[in-house]
């Protein structure tokens, strides 16, 4: 039995559950997320390895109509992934009822590509079923897919069935990882992840979109096991700023609390966390902070 290697990359518009199915492909929590658009950022790879493959998944941000320079990052870092990998696993809504504009210019963007592509119409679940075979006749005419899968990101044996079909354009090669690499992310991005995911969560709608967090901090002391981490919270306006840290500072103190909880999952070692809430204005357009936040090419 041959065994395949590869890349593979997750695009599609934000909130199409890109993360959630990462998540389940690597039966770990390796990507935040939140019914909120736009939650991925960073290109997170994350690496399956089987008997018979080796699949390294990358899952992008949600590619969208930019409105600053972190919208601009966010997309070209999704539509750069599309001709360094073998395969494109592209996912759309069953909920759709047609080719919007920003999937209309992903499938132009495919169409100058020589990497096979996947359909994932996803959230099966959650359509009648009578509007899923439209929806595949539609875009199988949009695009000549190499095969169209429905799927539902939150079921356990789509795992197996998208494997299935990916392993099938993936190049015969050996590991391109150790078998015990899950991730290629640092622990402080990691870190910085969970903490805005705390603020996705707990927070309203506005605001979680102009937070950065950076760690500024992360001491590990062996001797007594326990991980020292400084993070600062960039927000947009001083109003953000007492919605974040809230009345008497408990907003930003449950926060913490999430945060550190998480964050001593993943690390396996008691933490103590402490946060910084900063006024950054318009930093979404500062290509220093922005930089100083890891965003960037």
Known sequence: MSFRSGFITIIGRPNVGK?????????????????????????????????????????????????????????NSAMETLDDVDVILYMVEATDRDIGPVDQSIIEALSKTKTPVILAINKVDLAEKQRVLPLIDLYSKAYDFKEIVPISAIE???????????????????????????????ERVLVQELIREK????LDEEVPHGIGVEVVRFSENEERNIVGIDANIYCEKAS??????????????????RAREDIERLLGRKTVLKLWVKVREDWRNNDFVLNELGYKS
Request: hydrophobic share 40%.
């Open 19 to 75: 993360s959630t199915l990462l998540n389940l492909l690597t039966g770990e929590k390796v990507a935040i997320m939140s019914r909120k658009p736009q939650t991925t950022r960073h290109l997170i790879r994350t690496v399956v390895t089987r008997d018979d493959f080796q699949m390294v998944f990358v899952d992008t941000p949600g590619i969208h109509r930019p409105k600053n320079k972190l919208g601009v990052f966010m997309t």
């Open 199 to 202: 603020m996705l969560e707990l």
């Open 240 to 257: 953000h700023k007492a919605i974040i840290i809230g009345k008497g500072g408990a907003m930003l103190k449950k926060i913490g609390t």
């Open 156 to 186: 356990a044996e789509t795992a197996e069935l998208l494997f299935g079909v990916l392993k099938k354009y993936l190049p015969e090669g050996e590991k391109l990882y150790p078998d015990d690499m899950l991730t290629d992310q640092t």
